[in-house]
């Protein structure tokens, strides 16, 4: 009977760690998708270009901390195949990164201890209506 506690939780506690690790990445993958793909509609649906990053990056903000993610673990860069990104058929690519940290750790952010760094890149056109 001790034997088969100590090994199974020998066992256990790794496994279950595993599966909560790869939970955390699959949430991480989630919400860089949507927080890129949000990003790209609204930078294309704004008509100047200040106001459009602006409202782009909140909303990256706001679906990222959705998934629970704070701003200090993303970065994201909008770019645009033409010098106006607000012209009618400019293409707009917005790409999110985000930093998912190990889950459990209490100083991950002091030891850089991160699982894994996940991106996603959404391209969306500027419509010729408005």
């Avoid at 949507?34 to 706001?62: H, I």
């Avoid at 106006?84 to 790409?95: E, F, I, K, M």
């Amino acid at each position: 009977m001790v034997e088969f506690i100590f090994l199974a939780l020998l066992l256990m506690v790794p496994v279950v760690y595993f599966v909560v690790t790869v939970g955390q990445l699959q949430g991480g993958s989630f919400a860089v998708v949507g927080a890129a793909d949000q990003a790209a509609k609204v930078f294309v649906a704004q008509s100047n270009p200040a106001g459009a990053q602006r409202a782009a990056e909140q909303t990256v903000l706001v679906a990222l901390k959705d998934y629970g993610y704070t701003p200090e673990q993303a970065s994201f860069e909008v770019s645009c195949d033409r010098s106006d990104c607000s012209s009618a058929g400019a293409t707009v690519s917005v790409v999110v990164r985000l930093d998912v940290p190990l889950p459990m750790m209490p100083f991950a952010d002091a030891g850089q201890l991160m699982a894994s760094r996940v991106s996603a890149t959404a391209t969306q056109v500027v419509g010729r209506y408005r």
